[in-house]
Antibody, heavy 118, light 107 residues
Framework: EVLLLESGGGLVHPGGSLRLSCAAS????????MNWVRQAPGKGLEWVSG????????YYADSVKGRFTISRDNSKKTMDLQMSSLTAEDSALYYC???????????WGQGTLVTVSS | DIQMTQSPSSLSASVGDRVTITCRAS??????LVWFQQKPGKAPKSLIYAASRLDSGVPSRFSGSGSGTEFTLTISTLQPEDFATYYC?????????FGGGTKVEIK
């Protein structure tokens, strides 16, 4: 069974930092690009960042560029998102999402909640 | 960047109805489109990938069509468990982008 388990969310003050992690199991991790997607309460889905299967190419939404850093460790089957200079607009449920492919659509974890508040 | 526009943003329908949701891309994305279903308090779940391929375990009442810039998701006979929010997403290139969502509510 494909599983993605996020961790690291919590309450952080504006301007603070947080590191999210996603642990993958049940599939060949190196076959897929991976992404972070967030959803603010009552809002739609917003893609945040992605990393290719090798961990070499990384991509960011304009809203987080320069503040967030994505990485992956293929030996541990994990993906991280280092977030800094957080603002209230970053408050959301953050999902780890395995990329869609030629054989299946994207697969999601259950999410980890980030709340930025003083 | 590719913009995805979904319509309608919400609709009311009855059990047994045929429902169609449209998604338009701001530029051609061939068939690199996925449809997700999200129920309250749950993570999204893939229904259709490659615009028209049914994902594993998804009921056959769901179907997708289209290529290029215009796509549709059809639910042939709406069931009680289908009341949810539906999102399209393009995956031909980064940045990935989602449609704004279509909330399907009970009439």
């Amino acid at each position: 069974e494909v599983l993605l388990l996020e961790s690291g969310g919590g309450l952080v003050h504006p301007g603070g930092s947080l590191r999210l992690s996603c642990a993958a199991s049940g599939f060949t991790f190196t076959d897929y690009a991976m992404n972070w997607v967030r959803q603010a309460p009552g809002k739609g889905l917003e893609w945040v960042s992605g990393v290719d299967y090798r961990g070499v190419s990384t991509y960011y939404a304009d809203s987080v560029k320069g503040r967030f850093t994505i990485s992956r460790d293929n030996s541990k089957k994990t993906m991280d998102l280092q977030m800094s200079s957080l603002t209230a607009e970053d408050s959301a449920l953050y999902y780890c999402m395995r990329a869609s492919s030629t054989t299946t659509g994207g697969v999601w974890g259950q999410g980890t909640l980030v709340t930025v508040s003083s | 960047d590719i913009q995805m526009t979904q319509s309608p943003s919400s609709l009311s329908a009855s059990v047994g109805d045929r429902v169609t949701i449209t998604c338009r891309a701001s530029q051609g994305i061939r068939n690199f489109l996925v449809w997700f279903q999200q129920k309250p308090g749950k993570a999204p779940k893939s229904l259709i990938y490659a615009a028209s391929r049914l994902d594993s375990g998804v009921p056959s009442r769901f179907s997708g069509s289209g290529s290029g810039t215009e796509f549709t998701l059809t639910i042939s006979t709406l069931q009680p468990e289908d009341f949810a929010t539906y999102y399209c997403q393009q995956y031909i290139s980064f940045p990935l982008s989602f449609g704004g969502g279509t909330k399907v509510e009970i009439k």
